[in-house]
Protein backbone atom coordinates (compact mmCIF):
# COMPACT_ATOMS: atom_id res chain seq x y z
CA UNK A 1 0.00 0.00 0.00
CA UNK A 2 1.63 3.24 -0.69
CA UNK A 3 2.23 5.71 1.91
CA UNK A 4 1.21 9.45 1.35
CA UNK A 5 4.62 10.69 0.13
CA UNK A 6 5.09 7.78 -1.64
CA UNK A 7 1.55 8.71 -3.46
CA UNK A 8 2.28 12.41 -3.32
CA UNK A 9 5.81 11.70 -5.75
CA UNK A 10 4.38 9.36 -7.90
CA UNK A 11 1.20 12.16 -8.24
CA UNK A 12 4.21 14.96 -9.10
CA UNK A 13 5.26 13.10 -11.55
CA UNK A 14 2.89 11.51 -13.43
CA UNK A 15 1.78 15.46 -13.64
CA UNK A 16 4.89 16.50 -15.57
CA UNK A 17 4.47 13.25 -17.65
CA UNK A 18 0.40 13.42 -18.68
CA UNK A 19 -0.47 16.29 -17.94
CA UNK A 20 2.22 18.97 -18.83
CA UNK A 21 3.65 16.98 -21.51
CA UNK A 22 7.17 16.81 -20.03
CA UNK A 23 9.49 14.04 -21.21
CA UNK A 24 10.96 10.72 -18.99
CA UNK A 25 14.26 13.00 -19.14
CA UNK A 26 13.51 16.59 -18.47
CA UNK A 27 11.56 14.90 -15.17
CA UNK A 28 14.97 12.79 -14.05
CA UNK A 29 17.25 16.20 -14.84
CA UNK A 30 14.99 18.04 -12.60
CA UNK A 31 13.93 15.74 -9.80
CA UNK A 32 17.97 14.28 -10.12
CA UNK A 33 17.40 10.64 -10.79
CA UNK A 34 17.84 8.53 -13.75
CA UNK A 35 15.09 7.84 -16.41
CA UNK A 36 14.73 4.39 -15.90
CA UNK A 37 13.76 5.27 -12.07
CA UNK A 38 11.35 7.58 -13.91
CA UNK A 39 9.79 5.41 -16.50
CA UNK A 40 9.26 2.92 -13.19
CA UNK A 41 7.51 5.76 -11.40
CA UNK A 42 5.20 6.09 -14.08
CA UNK A 43 4.48 2.72 -14.38
CA UNK A 44 3.70 2.38 -10.78
CA UNK A 45 1.19 5.32 -10.91
CA UNK A 46 -0.66 3.40 -13.79
CA UNK A 47 -0.07 0.27 -11.98
CA UNK A 48 -1.76 1.91 -8.52
CA UNK A 49 -4.47 3.65 -10.10
CA UNK A 50 -3.43 7.18 -10.02
CA UNK A 51 -3.26 7.09 -13.76
CA UNK A 52 -6.58 6.44 -15.67
CA UNK A 53 -7.64 8.42 -18.26
CA UNK A 54 -6.93 11.57 -16.04
CA UNK A 55 -4.88 12.05 -13.05
CA UNK A 56 -6.64 10.14 -10.08
CA UNK A 57 -5.73 11.58 -6.61
CA UNK A 58 -8.71 10.63 -4.57
CA UNK A 59 -7.04 11.57 -1.40
CA UNK A 60 -9.27 11.54 2.10
CA UNK A 61 -9.39 15.53 2.06
CA UNK A 62 -11.17 15.69 -1.25
CA UNK A 63 -13.38 12.89 -0.53
CA UNK A 64 -14.46 14.19 2.78
CA UNK A 65 -14.82 17.66 0.66
CA UNK A 66 -17.31 16.02 -2.02
CA UNK A 67 -19.56 14.22 0.90
CA UNK A 68 -19.87 17.93 2.61
CA UNK A 69 -21.08 19.34 -0.50
CA UNK A 70 -23.46 16.80 -1.34
CA UNK A 71 -25.17 16.85 1.39
CA UNK A 72 -25.00 20.46 2.07
CA UNK A 73 -26.49 21.08 -1.21
CA UNK A 74 -28.45 17.92 -1.86
CA UNK A 75 -26.92 17.03 -5.05
CA UNK A 76 -26.64 14.13 -6.97
CA UNK A 77 -22.99 13.76 -7.37
CA UNK A 78 -19.78 15.64 -6.23
CA UNK A 79 -16.44 15.97 -7.97
CA UNK A 80 -13.36 17.88 -6.65
CA UNK A 81 -10.83 17.50 -7.91
CA UNK A 82 -7.25 17.20 -6.68
CA UNK A 83 -5.10 20.45 -7.19
CA UNK A 84 -1.61 19.47 -5.26
CA UNK A 85 1.27 20.13 -6.99
CA UNK A 86 -0.39 21.89 -9.98
CA UNK A 87 0.69 25.44 -11.05
CA UNK A 88 -2.13 28.09 -11.03
CA UNK A 89 -2.24 27.61 -15.37
CA UNK A 90 -3.24 23.96 -15.02
CA UNK A 91 -5.91 23.91 -12.96
CA UNK A 92 -8.62 24.62 -15.17
CA UNK A 93 -7.18 22.18 -17.61
CA UNK A 94 -7.50 19.19 -15.33
CA UNK A 95 -10.55 20.51 -14.08
CA UNK A 96 -11.49 20.20 -17.66
CA UNK A 97 -9.94 16.37 -17.52
CA UNK A 98 -12.06 15.45 -14.84
CA UNK A 99 -15.73 17.06 -16.53
CA UNK A 100 -14.55 15.35 -20.06
CA UNK A 101 -14.08 11.73 -18.20
CA UNK A 102 -17.13 11.80 -16.12
CA UNK A 103 -19.52 12.98 -18.97
CA UNK A 104 -18.19 10.14 -21.29
CA UNK A 105 -18.68 7.84 -18.35
CA UNK A 106 -22.41 8.88 -17.38
CA UNK A 107 -23.95 9.84 -20.93
CA UNK A 108 -25.65 6.11 -20.65
CA UNK A 109 -28.26 6.89 -23.51
CA UNK A 110 -28.67 10.14 -23.56
CA UNK A 111 -29.68 11.03 -26.94
CA UNK A 112 -29.25 15.02 -26.64
CA UNK A 113 -26.93 17.43 -24.55
CA UNK A 114 -26.69 21.13 -23.95
CA UNK A 115 -23.80 23.32 -23.62
CA UNK A 116 -23.34 26.62 -22.23
CA UNK A 117 -20.17 28.13 -22.98
CA UNK A 118 -17.05 29.92 -21.70
CA UNK A 119 -13.40 29.06 -20.63
CA UNK A 120 -13.63 26.24 -18.18
CA UNK A 121 -16.21 24.26 -21.09
CA UNK A 122 -13.76 24.81 -23.45
CA UNK A 123 -11.36 22.73 -21.77
CA UNK A 124 -13.83 19.92 -20.96
CA UNK A 125 -13.79 19.70 -24.65
CA UNK A 126 -10.43 19.96 -25.80
CA UNK A 127 -9.75 16.70 -23.01
CA UNK A 128 -12.81 15.09 -24.31
CA UNK A 129 -12.23 11.54 -25.97
CA UNK A 130 -13.21 10.77 -29.74
CA UNK A 131 -15.92 8.49 -29.71
CA UNK A 132 -18.81 6.60 -31.67
CA UNK A 133 -21.95 8.04 -30.22
CA UNK A 134 -25.39 8.88 -31.88
CA UNK A 135 -26.02 11.90 -29.83
CA UNK A 136 -26.42 15.97 -30.91
CA UNK A 137 -25.04 18.57 -29.35
CA UNK A 138 -27.13 21.69 -28.92
CA UNK A 139 -26.05 25.04 -27.72
CA UNK A 140 -27.87 26.82 -24.93
CA UNK A 141 -27.69 30.17 -25.04
CA UNK A 142 -26.77 32.41 -28.44
CA UNK A 143 -23.27 33.68 -29.31
CA UNK A 144 -22.16 34.90 -32.44
CA UNK A 145 -18.96 37.23 -33.41
CA UNK A 146 -15.28 37.30 -34.61
CA UNK A 147 -14.06 37.56 -30.58
CA UNK A 148 -13.27 34.75 -28.19
CA UNK A 149 -14.94 32.28 -31.00
CA UNK A 150 -13.67 29.26 -29.74
CA UNK A 151 -15.70 29.32 -26.52
CA UNK A 152 -19.19 30.50 -27.58
CA UNK A 153 -22.04 27.94 -27.29
CA UNK A 154 -22.04 26.91 -31.39
CA UNK A 155 -18.30 26.22 -31.36
CA UNK A 156 -18.47 24.47 -28.37
CA UNK A 157 -21.35 22.29 -29.85
CA UNK A 158 -19.39 21.70 -32.56
CA UNK A 159 -16.23 20.70 -31.03
CA UNK A 160 -17.70 18.33 -28.74
CA UNK A 161 -20.48 16.75 -31.18
CA UNK A 162 -16.82 16.01 -33.44
CA UNK A 163 -15.35 14.34 -30.53
CA UNK A 164 -18.48 11.94 -30.39
CA UNK A 165 -19.00 11.52 -33.94
CA UNK A 166 -22.22 13.10 -33.64
CA UNK A 167 -24.33 16.05 -34.55
CA UNK A 168 -24.38 19.36 -33.44
CA UNK A 169 -27.08 22.38 -33.69
CA UNK A 170 -26.11 25.84 -34.11
CA UNK A 171 -28.17 28.91 -32.69
CA UNK A 172 -27.32 32.03 -35.28
CA UNK A 173 -28.04 34.64 -32.44
CA UNK A 174 -25.91 36.67 -30.25
CA UNK A 175 -26.04 35.91 -26.56
CA UNK A 176 -27.74 39.41 -25.67
CA UNK A 177 -29.30 41.51 -28.11
CA UNK A 178 -29.58 44.79 -28.25
CA UNK A 179 -33.27 45.37 -27.96
CA UNK A 180 -36.61 43.54 -26.70
CA UNK A 181 -38.07 44.54 -29.93
CA UNK A 182 -35.07 42.91 -31.42
CA UNK A 183 -35.33 39.63 -29.31
CA UNK A 184 -38.96 39.16 -29.94
CA UNK A 185 -38.17 39.19 -33.76
CA UNK A 186 -35.55 36.53 -33.44
CA UNK A 187 -37.39 34.26 -31.70
CA UNK A 188 -39.42 34.11 -34.42
CA UNK A 189 -37.55 32.75 -36.72
CA UNK A 190 -38.04 28.74 -37.22
CA UNK A 191 -34.47 28.01 -37.05
CA UNK A 192 -33.12 29.99 -33.87
CA UNK A 193 -37.10 28.86 -32.32
CA UNK A 194 -35.91 24.87 -33.05
CA UNK A 195 -33.06 25.04 -31.53
CA UNK A 196 -34.10 26.86 -28.33
CA UNK A 197 -36.81 24.13 -28.16
CA UNK A 198 -34.35 21.67 -28.32
CA UNK A 199 -32.34 22.93 -25.61
CA UNK A 200 -35.34 22.87 -23.22
CA UNK A 201 -35.47 18.89 -23.90
CA UNK A 202 -31.65 17.96 -23.64
CA UNK A 203 -30.99 14.76 -21.46
CA UNK A 204 -27.60 16.41 -19.87
CA UNK A 205 -27.09 20.31 -19.55
CA UNK A 206 -23.40 21.13 -19.40
CA UNK A 207 -22.92 24.44 -17.55
CA UNK A 208 -20.42 26.38 -15.55
CA UNK A 209 -20.70 29.55 -13.56
CA UNK A 210 -19.65 33.11 -14.26
CA UNK A 211 -18.93 36.20 -11.49
CA UNK A 212 -19.73 39.46 -13.90
CA UNK A 213 -17.37 41.41 -11.45
CA UNK A 214 -14.03 39.63 -11.58
CA UNK A 215 -12.10 37.60 -14.88
CA UNK A 216 -15.59 38.19 -16.54
CA UNK A 217 -15.88 36.97 -20.18
CA UNK A 218 -18.88 38.46 -21.07
CA UNK A 219 -17.23 41.98 -19.93
CA UNK A 220 -14.55 40.57 -22.28
CA UNK A 221 -16.61 40.09 -24.89
CA UNK A 222 -18.14 43.76 -24.45
CA UNK A 223 -21.75 42.40 -23.50
CA UNK A 224 -21.46 43.92 -20.06
CA UNK A 225 -20.36 47.64 -19.22
CA UNK A 226 -19.09 49.89 -16.02
CA UNK A 227 -22.41 50.82 -16.03
CA UNK A 228 -24.25 47.83 -16.25
CA UNK A 229 -21.81 46.58 -13.20
CA UNK A 230 -22.78 49.43 -11.02
CA UNK A 231 -26.68 48.49 -11.25
CA UNK A 232 -25.55 44.79 -10.64
CA UNK A 233 -24.10 46.35 -7.22
CA UNK A 234 -27.59 47.83 -6.50
CA UNK A 235 -29.41 45.16 -7.37
CA UNK A 236 -27.78 42.44 -5.53
CA UNK A 237 -26.93 40.27 -8.54
CA UNK A 238 -23.69 37.76 -7.78
CA UNK A 239 -23.40 35.53 -10.93
CA UNK A 240 -24.57 34.54 -14.02
CA UNK A 241 -25.31 30.98 -16.21
CA UNK A 242 -25.38 30.94 -19.28
CA UNK A 243 -25.85 34.99 -19.40
CA UNK A 244 -28.82 35.11 -17.00
CA UNK A 245 -28.16 37.17 -13.53
CA UNK A 246 -29.41 36.35 -10.26
CA UNK A 247 -28.91 36.60 -7.03
CA UNK A 248 -27.32 35.71 -3.34
CA UNK A 249 -30.36 33.49 -3.23
CA UNK A 250 -30.09 32.18 -6.90
CA UNK A 251 -33.49 34.21 -8.10
CA UNK A 252 -34.02 35.87 -11.32
CA UNK A 253 -32.36 39.80 -11.12
CA UNK A 254 -35.04 41.74 -12.74
CA UNK A 255 -32.58 43.67 -15.12
CA UNK A 256 -33.08 44.76 -18.25
CA UNK A 257 -30.10 42.45 -19.83
CA UNK A 258 -31.93 39.35 -18.43
CA UNK A 259 -34.68 40.02 -20.91
CA UNK A 260 -32.28 40.23 -23.96
CA UNK A 261 -30.87 37.11 -23.20
CA UNK A 262 -31.32 34.38 -26.00
CA UNK A 263 -31.05 31.14 -24.72
CA UNK A 264 -31.97 28.79 -21.99
CA UNK A 265 -34.26 30.31 -18.88
CA UNK A 266 -33.25 29.70 -15.03
CA UNK A 267 -36.56 28.31 -15.10
CA UNK A 268 -36.28 25.67 -18.19
CA UNK A 269 -32.76 24.79 -16.42
CA UNK A 270 -34.44 23.79 -13.87
CA UNK A 271 -36.49 21.46 -15.85
CA UNK A 272 -33.77 19.60 -17.34
CA UNK A 273 -32.91 16.18 -15.65
CA UNK A 274 -29.02 16.60 -15.11
CA UNK A 275 -27.28 19.54 -15.06
CA UNK A 276 -23.82 19.31 -14.81
CA UNK A 277 -21.59 22.61 -13.98
CA UNK A 278 -17.76 22.36 -14.05
CA UNK A 279 -16.26 25.21 -12.19
CA UNK A 280 -12.79 26.31 -11.20
CA UNK A 281 -11.52 29.40 -9.26
CA UNK A 282 -12.36 30.78 -6.12
CA UNK A 283 -13.25 34.21 -7.67
CA UNK A 284 -16.73 32.19 -8.31
CA UNK A 285 -17.52 30.74 -5.14
CA UNK A 286 -19.90 33.27 -4.17
CA UNK A 287 -21.57 33.10 -7.72
CA UNK A 288 -21.45 29.38 -7.27
CA UNK A 289 -22.98 29.19 -3.58
CA UNK A 290 -26.45 31.34 -4.89
CA UNK A 291 -26.47 28.75 -8.32
CA UNK A 292 -26.81 26.09 -5.94
CA UNK A 293 -29.23 27.84 -3.42
CA UNK A 294 -31.23 27.87 -6.41
CA UNK A 295 -31.18 24.61 -7.52
CA UNK A 296 -30.14 24.33 -10.50
CA UNK A 297 -27.55 22.01 -10.36
CA UNK A 298 -27.43 18.09 -9.85
CA UNK A 299 -23.63 17.06 -10.32
CA UNK A 300 -20.51 19.81 -9.82
CA UNK A 301 -16.99 19.27 -10.30
CA UNK A 302 -14.94 21.82 -8.96
CA UNK A 303 -11.24 22.43 -8.11
CA UNK A 304 -10.30 21.69 -4.42
CA UNK A 305 -9.27 24.78 -3.65
CA UNK A 306 -13.03 26.58 -4.77
CA UNK A 307 -14.46 23.51 -2.75
CA UNK A 308 -12.95 24.49 0.61
CA UNK A 309 -14.04 28.17 -0.05
CA UNK A 310 -17.64 27.11 -1.28
CA UNK A 311 -17.64 25.35 2.84
CA UNK A 312 -16.51 28.20 4.39
CA UNK A 313 -18.61 30.19 2.67
CA UNK A 314 -21.75 28.60 3.66
Not at 49 to 67: A, F, P, Q
Not at 71 to 99: H, R, W
Not at 116 to 141: A, C, D
Amino acid sequence: MLGSEDKRQLVRIANLYYVEGWTQGQIAKKTGVSRPFISRLLKKAKDSGIVEVYINDESIHTIELEKKIKNMFKLDEVIVVSTEGLAPEMIKKTVGQAGSYYLSKNLGDAKQVGISWGTTLLELVKEYPFEQREINIVPLVGGIGTHHVEIHANQLAYELARKMNGTSSNLYAPAIVETQELKDYLLEIPDIAMVLEKGKNVDVALISIGNPYTNSTLRALGYLQDEDLKQFCKMGVVGDIASRFFDQEGDLVNHPLNDKVIGLSLEQLKQIQKVVAIVEGTHKVDSLSAALKGGYINVLIIDEESASALIREK
